[in-house]
Nanobody, 125 residues
Framework: QVQLVESGGGLAQAGASRRLSCAAS????????MAWFRQAPGKEREFVAT????????YYADSVKGRFTISRDNAKNTVYLQMNSLKPEDTAVYYC??????????????????WGQGTQVTVSS
């Protein structure tokens, strides 16, 4: 089992920046595809960004492309989400996900086996 712990959420003004972190519990982290999803009240969980184990393949949702950056540091078993130019519509609980299932989709929650507890990001206007 993989334990994932997100951190870095909180309150932010529109236009501000935040950096989220997701720490994994084991050294085999370097073999996992990782992703960020988010979920706002009354909405389904939404894909944000994903990064392959090597960092070569990276994909973003259209809603965050150009503003958010996903990265990973395999030596620290950590994946990051740098969020710039935050908008009120970015308000959500942000979840870290790990281990893309065989045949799974990068872009849907069902594609991943492991999840963190989530961290709240609230953006005011």
């Amino acid at each position: 089992q993989v334990q994932l712990v997100e951190s870095g959420g909180g309150l932010a003004q529109a236009g501000a920046s935040r950096r989220l972190s997701c720490a994994a519990s084991e050294r085999t982290f370097s073999t996992y595809t990782m992703a960020w999803f988010r979920q706002a009240p009354g909405k389904e969980r939404e894909f944000v960004a994903t990064i392959s184990s090597s960092g070569v393949r990276i994909y973003y949702a259209d809603s965050v492309k150009g503003r958010f950056t996903i990265s990973r540091d395999n030596a620290k078993n950590t994946v990051y989400l740098q969020m710039n130019s935050l908008k009120p519509e970015d308000t959500a609980v942000y979840y870290c996900a790990a281990f893309l299932k065989s045949g799974g989709s990068y872009y849907t929650p069902s594609g991943y086996d492991y999840w963190g507890q989530g961290t709240q990001v609230t953006v005011s206007s």
